[in-house]
């Protein structure tokens, strides 16, 4: 089957670190994406990890390891903007682009 | 440069009516697919399109079709609108390993 789990919600204080995790299950898994999304709008791209290890773009960090399923997004110096919910997808490729499979989504709450 | 477009941005039906969604993508873009999102979940993919044809499709029914033309845009039709088809439509685009979501259309079926 295929299944992607990440926490249902997550508070944090402003200026602060915060982790959400995400494992996952896909057949022809072919990449993990990060996707923030205000209410109201439409997910916007964050990141993209297609092999083990960290990529670093400014605040945000993402994190993959195929073997285990896992991905980890990170967010450093914590804004009152940063409160969205955050969802992770898996690529599910098989030869072509654009099939993700996503994850409920994590909903951030930032706290001053 | 534009980015993915959706037209309407809000729709109101009533049950067993069909409805049209349209898309257009990013400049450059040649592949549309489309999601469907319900109120606090992720989004679900129903289909992809590309080179005007159906290339992948999510556990979604027949009532769901698609089209995409030589420009590249793309129409989503549903029909015989059930309450449950009520929820946020997002199209992407992708070239490459991003995907670019545009803004929605909100559809309540009633």
């Known amino acids: 089957g295929q299944n992607i789990d990440q926490p249902t919600e997550m508070t944090a204080t402003e200026g602060a670190i915060v982790q959400i995790n995400c494992t996952y299950q896909?057949?022809?898994?072919?990449?993990l994406f990060w996707y923030q999304q205000h209410a109201g709008e439409a997910p916007t791209f964050l990141s993209y990890?297609?092999?083990?290890g960290l990529e670093e773009k400014g605040r945000f960090s993402s994190f993959l390891s195929r073997s285990k399923g896992y991905s980890y997004l990170l967010l450093k110096e914590l804004q009152m903007k940063d409160s969205a919910s955050y969802l992770c997808?898996?690529?599910?490729?098989?030869?072509?682009?654009?099939?993700?499979?996503f994850g409920k989504g994590t909903k951030l709450s930032v706290k001053p | 440069d534009a980015g993915v477009t959706q037209s309407p941005t809000h729709l109101i039906k009533t049950r067993g009516q069909q409805v049209t969604l349209r898309c257009s993508p990013k400049?450059?873009?040649?592949?549309v697919s489309w999601y469907q999102q319900a109120l606090g979940q992720g989004p679900q993919f129903i289909f992809q399109?590309?080179?005007?044809?159906?290339?992948q499709r999510g556990n979604f029914p027949d009532r769901f079709s698609g089209h995409q033309f030589p420009n590249y845009s793309s129409e989503l039709n549903v029909n015989a609108l059930l309450l449950g088809d009520s929820a946020l439509y997002l199209c992407?685009?992708?070239?490459?390993?991003?995907?670019?979501f545009g803004p929605g259309t909100r559809l309540t079926v009633l």
């Open positions: 997808a898996a690529g599910n490729y098989g030869g072509s682009q654009g099939n993700l499979i």
């Open positions: 990890n297609v092999l083990d």
């Open positions: 400049s450059g873009h040649d592949t």
């Open positions: 399109y590309y080179e005007e044809e159906e290339r």
């Open positions: 896909t057949s022809g898994f072919n990449g």
């Open positions: 992407a685009s992708s070239y490459g390993n991003e995907q670019f």
